[in-house]
């Protein structure tokens, strides 16, 4: 690890001294273990008038020095300091190492730390380990590197939502997403799409500017965020230039992405085989209810033959047509990605200049993500005690976007079209369903998906510029004060139009448009006073204190119109009716003081202590201010007398934390009761839409933290472990109010949970020297449970998921299956109800109302982890990450439809519904196809599968060429890659892929459905990178 | 290098460290308002009056869920529900879950419409004297009509057992202010809920104008009346309240039985205000409201999901020369291998006819003929009159049997099945009022017949019981 990161400074802080003055001292500062150079190591004199510069790539400098001075000062990071008195003309200094995690700068809530004295619990991921996986944001590319974090995608469509929970979700029905903040100012992370499935709003940052992540886990590390802390933080500091010549840097990678798996359905013969005995089973049930007498009338009233024809698109012979509609929603995705910065500085200003240029196509049909991106961090020193600095991102983000997974229309769903159906109608020529081949708007079965790829657009185009400004002031000695103001500024535009072709998905015959503007202003002003020192030896003492202001500010406006002229008039300025428009604005903020004092004797005993006060808009009248305060100590066993001889032994340090954190991410205005406007025929009405709720306040998170951190043969072999207990009470819940009352809920703080796990991390540097290899490991457990919500049973519309005391969040709760009857294949339920002898009643029923629901699963993995493994080798890099997840279930809500045993619907049905109940005796879970009788169809285990898996998320073969040979044509670095995404997957999941939420429904309750949701892509690329 | 060392820079930055201050924390919505600043004045209450107009109109209350939920459980033999909305199929089926979206949809959308209705009449001392009876009427009307469904869905039938004991629906009459004990309430009897119905029609009916744009009118409370006094079988008023508004002269019948479901933009569709036979109507337009008869009715060209597809014997039911009969159709007239389909709702902002004329003339031949009077017609006259209006062959003898469904009978009950059918949910009110057995695979007063109260309700109101037939063994 420490070679990684040696080479981590070597890529990106190399520079060669361009400043020496004649009357110099010189020398050359190498590693005292192998006599290599130290390039970048900061030489200073020491007196009162320090002089200062740093050593040149092959680890020289020289300085002037003034009159009388005696000592030189030799720092670099990672090794230990060392002054050195000046014998002559030339001064060469041997640096030792220093155990890296303990100098280590580690970036913490308004100020740095050494990570040696850090008390609170902090996973730090460094950028250059993520940078160019060939994905679109940074949380896809953090997952498996950071214990404690778990970071889900929704399903494989370009730019959409992604839930990261660190430490298990804290809250029900308030926000669960960590807290971003980016180089000292928070980022909006407001979702602002307008299709019913969320974007992730951080896919307008280009990950590959950023330098470092730092995850504030625990309450040492998170309170000073008070009640927004809750969920944890990232932290994330962009890349800074460094003091010397310009680098330049270019990256350039290409490749393609597809579906990582396929799901099979059932082919011509198999699926009318189905449908007719679906026939026959409706018609047994008619007979049996009485509607017919005979079964010969009843197979004529429920006949299907004419309706095969109609859905074969005429063709009487049905199965001449086998169409796989499931290869059809998906097409070759080709991806390109440019990278080009520029860095470097003088001695009073230092710059980062950099670009990107990013072109992904999904893998579903008509999803497409491109990012344009500039970045300038700059940093001047004003006087000497002086800097002010600006760091500026400014992104253009553009989704073509698709229909959520609910839709008709979103690729995917087309896997219910039945397989006689073509792709291309013979009868017309055009895609099944176009007009005018479709005069009734029921061919196919149902609108088909790929009618929209042409002809309908959703397109979301960002605007976004976040950056700061900030003057550090050294006021005296050992005080500093700094200011910085940033502003997150969001415009959204999102265009979308569906031509007259797609009448049949949207009712709209001539045209619909739609256009949303939606702008956010966040500003952040910090200002804090840090005061640092040691007085005599021993006693280090680090205070800051200040506030911080933030404002947000959402403006919107929406319209929409049908009747276009024709399809090639496609802005609602065209549209005869403007059928409806609209302009919304929404504001908080949030007023806060806060302060940290860390104090440290003989680095040995550590003892930090923080507070902060958070007053916000969004709370009640009643309850406006809040107050966090965290405390921690840690003990640095291993600086111990009687440890110090145990030469193995690097760092052994005992932490333990205890704090409180709060939770504000509800609406802007929960606590108000509020009457909304609601019109009749043109006619101006009011409604009442929200009860009141003044006393309404954040939720409150007490969080527990004991850790231990290690490190042996010069920390060669490191690790961390953690146990944390998260109690989390007052929480802000939608809670059920009697609907009696015209209202369904109020917002209260109501309810208590905890998460309870674990954490340990291991880096392990297990070959060094010519051929490198280290090993990083990471694994967590969280357990969360709900353990009072008053009884009340949540529902936030999923079919099954819910939340339970005595369960986690989101558990899967209903009905559990039990088969088919072997008697007359009806679905049968467990009945489930506690006997007199407390046990349950494994007796079963064909009546789900008779049937107790009962726990059937969690819906979050209890473990995930992951290990990367790197090897160097002559220039040769490879790497690969494996992430895991394990212990929770997946609920297919499609399978009402695609699982049915053609029961409900003609969906085309997976492959293992020909498992029917076919005559008395057949023992199966399938029951008997009964033709829109709804045998088995209803919310039940009977959809709950596996979601436990491995994936081998990343690989990446590299090849640097020697410098020896790039110094001829002056050149500094060139590495050539590959990378690889999504490789491949171990799973028992049955549907595409285990790393799914429905997009449409995915809320902090809803958790792990599945419902048509695309598979990750599994990408390949190969790149370039270059450093002049 | 210079120092920056300034005195003033200093207490600047003080200034800004502690500048921020509270009046920053007082952000006021922008796109609803306090509710204490809701309802201050006339225009306020009249704001909210159209309010509940807007949530009468929602898709699972008078948008047409309200109608043709009932429908779905009693059609088994006349359509098929070929969709997949799991929440319909159950209906279809007649095995209804409690925790059925539709059903819970009613039911939240109905109180939505009471808070309403209660939030006005608990201001009426801020309307001016000349609206006030107006308001009220109107109000009122909202809450009786509403009242009236829930008891029908929700509880068992007027006839089914005995409904001063039979559990009907919570009757609430106070707007919501704040969640107190006095929430949660207990189910009413199924005659109390008709009560509070009667109560509140019959003062709308008094205080309401005769003529009121296309909100309700006097008649409109009137014509209710009859619809409920029918199912209750008090045929004496019911006769007497259809015979208000036939008599009124208010209303006409249209010269022609497809004039009431107007359609001229075909699938450019335009909305129509009500008919000269509409009674009392649900205005749909493209931008407010739904209609969601069209939605399960009407087939995709026609903005339609087309999930109800009707059998194509339905039409037996009209003889030759019934024009009532076209409105029933294949979506390509010329094949008969496409899709059959009511085409009543093909108008996706079409008004949902709430009640209109013909039911009226309907209600009093029935209840005129089971009374044994001639109220303003004779029973044969009245029905007639709908039939000659259909073009179809007068008939010469009406009786009250059970509906045949066969071409030209006798029966009003199947010249309401001929007139009306789809359109207000009488499949099941019809069946349950006349004891028909079986309504689809059930007899008439089967629990499955009767909507489960929400279980989300049931979880959240410790008052509320469950219908028998609904709880877990």
């Known amino acids: 690890m420490k070679k990684n990161l040696l080479s981590f400074f070597l890529l990106f802080f190399c520079f060669s001294l361009a400043y020496?003055?004649?009357?110099?001292?010189?020398?050359?500062?190498?590693?005292?273990?192998?006599?290599?150079?130290?390039?970048?190591?900061?030489?200073?004199?020491?007196?009162?008038?320090?002089?200062?510069?740093?050593?040149?790539?092959n680890g020289l400098y020289s300085l002037t020095v003034p009159a009388g001075t005696k000592t030189l000062v030799f720092k670099y990071i990672g090794y230990k300091e060392s002054d050195l008195p000046i014998t002559g003309n030339t001064l060469d200094a041997q640096l030792e190492t220093d155990p890296k995690q303990l100098t280590e700068v580690v970036v913490v809530g308004y100020g740095t730390q050494k990570r040696g004295s850090l008390t609170g619990s902090i996973a730090s991921v460094s950028g250059k380990d993520v940078a160019e996986t060939p994905v679109t944001t940074f949380e896809q590319a953090l997952q498996?590197?950071?214990?404690?974090?778990?970071?889900?995608?929704?399903?494989?469509?370009?730019?959409?939502?992604?839930?990261?929970?660190?430490?298990?979700?804290?809250?029900?029905?308030?926000?669960?997403?960590?807290?971003?903040?980016?180089?000292?100012?928070?980022?909006?992370?407001?979702?602002?799409?307008?299709?019913?499935?969320?974007?992730?709003?951080?896919?307008?940052?280009?990950?590959?500017?950023?330098?470092?992540?730092?995850?504030?886990?625990?309450?040492?590390?998170?309170?000073?965020?008070?009640?927004?802390?809750?969920?944890g933080v990232v932290l994330i500091t962009t890349k800074k230039g460094k003091t010397g010549n310009a680098k330049i840097n270019f990256n350039a990678q290409f490749g393609s992405s597809a579906p990582s798996r396929h799901r099979q359905f059932l082919n011509s013969d198999q699926w009318l085989k189905i449908e007719q005995r679906a026939v026959v089973g409706a018609a047994t049930q008619d007979v049996l209810n009485g509607y017919f007498d005979t079964m010969a009338d009843a197979l004529a009233y429920e006949n299907d033959d004419s309706y095969f024809t109609f859905l074969a698109a005429g063709n009487s012979k049905w199965n001449q047509t086998n169409t796989d509609w499931e290869k059809q929603a998906f097409q070759s995705a080709p991806q390109q990605q440019y990278d080009l910065n520029v860095s470097g500085g003088s001695d009073k200003t230092t710059y980062f200049i950099g670009m990107q240029a990013l072109n992904q196509t999904g893998i579903l049909k008509g999803n497409k993500f491109q990012r344009y991106s500039g970045r300038v961090n700059i940093d001047t020193k004003v006087f000497s005690n002086l800097d002010v600095g600006m760091n500026l991102n400014f992104t253009h983000s553009y989704n073509q976007r698709l229909s959520n997974d609910d839709q008709f229309s979103t690729p995917l769903q087309i896997v219910a079209l039945s397989p006689i159906t073509p792709v291309i109608d013979p009868r017309t020529g055009l895609i099944s369903g176009t007009p005018p081949g479709d005069h009734d708007g029921s061919y196919p079965l149902y609108y088909n998906a790929l009618i929209n790829v042409k002809n309908a657009y959703y397109h979301t185009n960002v605007y976004r510029t976040l950056g700061n400004v900030f003057a550090n002031w050294d006021i005296v000695k050992h005080l500093t004060f700094r200011s910085e103001f940033g502003i997150d500024q969001t415009n959204q535009n999102?265009?979308?139009?569906?031509?007259?072709l797609t009448a049949a998905d949207t009712g709209t015959p001539n045209g619909f448009g739609e256009n949303t503007n939606t702008s956010i202003v966040h500003y952040t002003v910090n200002n804090f006073i840090t005061y640092k020192n040691i007085f005599?030896?021993?006693?280090?003492?680090?205070?800051?204190?200040?506030?911080?202001?933030?404002?947000?500010?959402?403006?919107?406006?929406?319209?929409?119109?049908?009747?276009?002229?024709?399809?090639?008039?496609?802005?609602?300025?065209?549209?005869?009716?403007?059928?409806?428009?609209?302009?919304?604005?929404?504001?908080?903020?949030?007023?806060s003081y806060f302060a940290r004092a860390n104090y440290a004797f003989k680095s040995k005993y550590l003892l930090s202590a923080s507070v902060r006060d958070d007053a916000s808009s969004r709370f009640g009248a009643n309850n406006r201010y809040g107050v966090f305060p965290a405390a921690s100590v840690g003990w640095m066993m291993s600086q111990e007398s009687f440890l110090k001889n145990w030469q193995s032994l690097s760092e052994l340090k005992l932490r333990a934390s205890y704090g409180l954190t709060g939770n504000a991410e509800i609406g802007d205005y929960s606590s108000l009761g509020l009457f909304t406007s609601a019109g009749y025929n043109g006619l101006a009405g009011q409604r009442f839409t929200q009860l009141a709720n003044p006393n309404l306040k954040w939720e409150k998170t007490a969080q527990l933290d004991l850790g231990v951190d290690f490190g042996f043969f010069n920390n060669r072999f490191s690790g961390t472990?953690?146990?944390?207990?998260?109690?989390?009470?007052?929480?802000?819940?939608?809670?059920?109010i009697p609907e009696t009352m015209g209202i369904a809920f109020q917002t209260q703080n109501l309810g208590k949970l905890y998460n309870r796990g674990f954490e340990l991390t291991l880096a392990s540097d297990n070959f060094v020297g010519k051929f490198k290899w280290n090993t990083s490991f990471n694994v967590s457990y969280n357990l969360n449970k709900v353990t009072y919500t008053n009884g009340q049973i949540i529902d936030d519309g999923a079919d099954l998921n819910?939340?339970?005391?005595?369960?986690?969040?989101?558990?899967?709760?209903?009905?559990?299956?039990?088969?088919?009857?072997?008697?007359?294949?009806?679905?049968?339920?467990?009945?489930?109800?506690?006997?007199?002898?407390?046990?349950?009643?494994?007796?079963?029923?064909?009546?789900?109302?008779?049937?107790?629901?009962?726990?059937?699963?969690?819906?979050?993995?209890?473990?995930?982890?992951?290990?990367?493994?790197?090897?160097?080798?002559?220039?040769?890099?490879?790497?690969?990450?494996?992430?895991?997840?394990?212990?929770?279930?997946?609920?297919?809500?499609?399978?009402?439809?695609?699982?049915?045993?053609?029961?409900?619907?003609?969906?085309?049905?997976?492959?293992?519904?020909?498992?029917?109940w076919n005559k008395p005796g057949d023992i199966t879970q399938v029951p008997e196809p009964r033709q829109f009788y709804a045998n088995g169809t209803d919310p039940s285990s009977r959809y709950l599968s596996s979601g436990s898996y491995v994936r081998l998320k990343t690989v990446t073969l590299g090849y640097t060429f020697s410098p020896d040979l790039l110094k001829k044509v002056k050149i500094d670095k060139v590495r050539i890659f590959m990378n690889a995404y999504n490789l491949f997957l171990i799973t028992k999941y049955k549907g595409w892929d285990p790393e799914v939420n429905a997009d449409f429904q995915a809320t902090n309750i809803n958790l792990s459905n599945d419902f048509y949701s695309a598979p990750q892509p599994r990408t390949i690329t190969f790149g370039l990178n270059v450093g002049l | 290098m210079k120092k920056f060392n300034n005195i003033y820079i200093g207490a600047l930055g003080a200034l800004l460290m502690f500048s921020a201050c509270n009046k920053q924390l007082d952000l006021n919505p922008h796109q609803s308002i306090d509710q204490n600043k809701a309802i201050l004045t006339a225009q306020d209450v009249q704001s909210t009056l159209v309010g509940a107009y807007n949530r009468m109109g929602l898709s699972d209350l008078y948008g047409g869920g309200v109608f043709v939920y009932p429908d779905l459980m009693a059609t088994q033999t006349d359509v098929s529900f070929n969709g997949t909305f799991q929440g319909l199929t159950q209906m279809a089926d007649q095995a209804i879950l409690i925790d059925n979206t539709f059903v819970s949809g009613t039911w939240q959308d109905a109180y939505q419409v009471i808070n309403q209705t209660n939030n006005v009449l608990a201001n009426l001392?801020?309307?001016?004297?000349?609206?006030?009876?107006?308001?009220?009427?109107?109000?009122?009307?909202?809450?009786?009509?509403?009242?009236?469904?829930?008891?029908?869905?929700?509880?068992?039938?007027?006839?089914?057992?005995?409904?001063?004991?039979?559990?009907?629906?919570?009757?609430?009459?106070?707007?919501?202010?704040?969640?107190?004990?006095?929430?949660?309430?207990?189910?009413?009897?199924?005659?109390?809920?008709?009560?509070?119905?009667i109560a509140d029609l019959t003062d709308a009916e008094a205080k309401m104008p005769e003529t009121n744009s296309f909100y309700a009118t006097k008649y409109s409370a009137a014509a209710i009346l009859a619809r409920l006094y029918l199912q209750q079988g008090n045929y004496a008023k019911a006769a007497t309240e259809a015979n208000t508004v036939i008599a009124s002269g208010a209303f006409e019948l249209n010269t022609n039985y497809a004039a009431e479901f107007p359609n001229p933009g075909g699938v450019n569709p335009v909305h129509i205000d009500n008919t000269p036979e509409d009674v009392f109507a649900i205005q749909v337009t493209s931008q407010q409201g739904t209609n969601s008869l069209n939605t399960y009715y009407a087939s995709k060209t026609y903005a339609g999901r087309g999930d109800i597809h009707v059998n194509d014997n339905f039409t037996d039911i009209y003889g030759a020369t019934d024009t009532r009969a076209a409105l029933y159709q294949y979506d390509d007239p010329t094949d008969n291998t496409t899709t059959f389909r009511c085409r009543k709702f093909d108008n996706s902002i079409g008004n949902v006819h709430v009640i209109r004329l013909a039911e009226l003339y309907l209600i009093r031949a029935e209840s005129n003929f089971r009374n044994g009077s001639s109220i303003g017609a004779t029973p044969l006259a009245d029905v007639n009159t709908i039939r000659a209006r259909a073009k179809a062959t007068p008939l010469t003898a009406v009786n009250v049997d059970a509906p045949t469904q066969l071409a030209d009978s006798k029966s009003i009950l199947d010249e309401r099945i001929r007139e009306l059918a789809f359109e207000g949910g009488f499949f099941l009110h019809d069946g349950k009022r006349i004891q028909q057995s079986p309504i689809g695979a059930v007899p008439y007063n089967s629990n499955k017949l009767v909507f489960p109260i929400p279980k989300q309700d049931i979880n959240a109101n410790p008052k509320l019981k469950q219908n028998p037939g609904y709880g877990a063994e």
């Open chain 1, 536 to 591: 005599s030896q021993d006693h280090s003492l680090d205070i800051t204190g200040g506030t911080s202001y933030e404002y947000s500010n959402l403006l919107g406006n929406d319209v929409q119109g049908k009747q276009f002229p024709s399809d090639s008039y496609k802005k609602v300025a065209s549209a005869a009716l403007i059928s409806g428009g609209s302009s919304t604005q929404s504001e908080y903020s949030f007023v």
């Open chain 1, 144 to 231: 498996g590197k950071a214990a404690g974090v778990n970071i889900q995608a929704q399903g494989g469509k370009l730019g959409q939502g992604i839930t990261i929970s660190i430490r298990g979700q804290s809250s029900i029905s308030a926000g669960t997403q960590p807290l971003v903040v980016i180089d000292g100012i928070i980022v909006n992370q407001t979702d602002l799409s307008s299709n019913g499935a969320t974007s992730n709003p951080l896919a307008d940052i280009n990950f590959n500017d950023i330098e470092s992540y730092q995850i504030l886990k625990d309450a040492a590390a998170t309170a000073i965020y008070g009640a927004r802390a809750s969920n």
């Open chain 1, 20 to 57: 020496g003055q004649s009357r110099a001292i010189k020398g050359k500062v190498t590693d005292q273990k192998d006599g290599s150079p130290l390039p970048g190591v900061t030489v200073t004199t020491k007196g009162a008038a320090p002089a200062g510069t740093q050593t040149d790539l």
């Open chain 1, 494 to 500: 999102e265009d979308s139009y569906f031509n007259s």
């Open chain 2, 125 to 197: 001392s801020k309307v001016a004297s000349g609206d006030k009876d107006r308001t009220e009427g109107e109000a009122k009307f909202l809450r009786g009509l509403v009242y009236f469904d829930l008891a029908r869905l929700f509880g068992k039938d007027w006839n089914d057992g005995d409904p001063n004991t039979n559990p009907g629906v919570p009757i609430v009459l106070t707007p919501t202010v704040a969640l107190g004990p006095d929430s949660y309430v207990a189910r009413a009897t199924v005659a109390a809920t008709y009560a509070q119905a």
């Open chain 1, 721 to 736: 472990f953690d146990y944390y207990k998260k109690n989390t009470r007052d929480l802000l819940l939608n809670v059920n």
């Open chain 1, 802 to 916: 819910r939340v339970i005391e005595g369960q986690e969040i989101g558990v899967f709760y209903g009905h559990e299956f039990a088969g088919a009857d072997p008697k007359n294949g009806d679905a049968l339920y467990y009945l489930n109800n506690i006997q007199a002898d407390g046990t349950r009643n494994r007796a079963t029923t064909n009546d789900p109302n008779k049937a107790t629901e009962v726990p059937l699963g969690n819906p979050t993995p209890r473990y995930t982890g992951g290990i990367t493994n790197t090897f160097n080798y002559m220039g040769f890099d490879l790497s690969f990450t494996f992430y895991g997840a394990f212990g929770n279930k997946i609920y297919n809500a499609a399978g009402q439809y695609m699982s049915s045993s053609a029961s409900n619907g003609l969906d085309n049905q997976t492959l293992d519904q020909l498992n029917y």
